[in-house]
């Protein structure tokens, strides 16, 4: 089982490179609808089993770019998309990137696109971490928290690999200060 990171040590502003390990637009299988999927590089967690283990280097990919941005300004307001989802690596240890891409957003398309993320965070420790991550928490609509478990791994759950980890309405959850299945 994987540990999640002491918050003194895991902060995004020393580990991040600002990199992106990859960009998938019209992606069907990174949450609900047709989504814009944001891979950010770099993850601490290194999960045993991990789908992917190159996004692990926090240099892996090419920087975020102004160029990248707009790219995906441009995709996310195609009329099919739903929204953006953020991936990794890991979004909360690359939290200048994902807020980057996540206020642009919303300055463009206030909540008629969501935002789904892929954490290995649990919401509870994301809750009374580092204001950079609890900034991007609030921006959230969909939270897929916990860090994957080869031994709990079970194909048929939808939008996550393991039973530990769960999907979460970020808003409910926060407002209500525990955690709130989504759907």
């Known amino acids: 089982m994987a540990l999640e990171p002491d918050v003194r040590t895991w902060r995004a502003d020393k580990v991040s490179h600002g990199y992106v390990a990859d960009y998938k637009p019209f992606s069907f299988v990174d949450g609900e609808g047709v989504r814009c999927s944001l891979y950010v590089a ?59 891409a996540v206020r642009r957003l919303r300055e463009e398309f206030g909540r008629e696109r969501d935002v789904w993320c892929w954490t290995g965070y649990t919401l509870e420790r994301l809750a009374v971490d580092t204001e950079d991550k609890r900034a991007l928490l609030a921006e959230i609509d969909v939270l897929v928290d916990g860090t994957y478990e080869e031994e709990q791994r079970d194909l048929s759950l939808a939008f996550r690999g393991s039973r530990n980890q769960r999907v979460l309405d970020a808003q409910a959850s926060v407002a209500a200060g525990r955690a709130v299945p989504w759907g």
């Open 42 to 100: 770099g993850c601490l967690f290194k999960c045993v089993g991990c789908y992917n283990e190159a996004a692990w280097s926090f240099r892996y990919g090419q920087p975020y770019s102004r160029e990248l941005e707009n790219r995906l300004m441009a995709d996310l307001a195609h009329p099919a998309v739903q929204g953006l989802s953020l991936l990794g690596g890991e979004p909360f240890l690359n939290t200048q990137v994902a807020l980057a």
